[in-house]
């Protein structure tokens, strides 16, 4: 996927760690580094959103539900 190119603003204390974590060889550059950093937050975002989705499940409900799907015609055949 083609790159945007964005401008970020960062506070010196954060830059310096940046350099610093690139003069390390941790990261290739500042832009690797801001770009793993975000693909890291969105997938905790992620993983969170999914948490608090499945947090909201009764486990009662659901084993009732997926007892009355497997035993219905409509269940998978077994193999």
């Keep these: ?10 506070d ?4 310096k760690e940046a350099d610093r974590l690139v003069q390390a060889g941790v990261f ?3 832009s ?4 793993d950093a975000l ?3 969105l997938e ?6 999914l948490a608090r989705e499945c ?3 009764d486990p009662a409900e659901e084993q009732t539900a997926a007892e009355e799907f497997l035993s219905s015609e ?3 055949p077994e193999y």
């Design 74 to 76: 409509t269940a998978w």
């Design 1 to 10: 996927m083609p790159a945007a190119k964005i401008a970020v603003s960062l």
């Design 32 to 35: 690797r580094l801001i770009q």
């Design 44 to 49: 905790k975002m992620h993983r969170v959103r």
């Design 55 to 57: 947090a909201k499940l």
């Design 39 to 41: 693909a890291e937050k």
């Design 28 to 30: 290739p550059s500042r």
């Design 12 to 15: 010196r204390d954060a830059l």
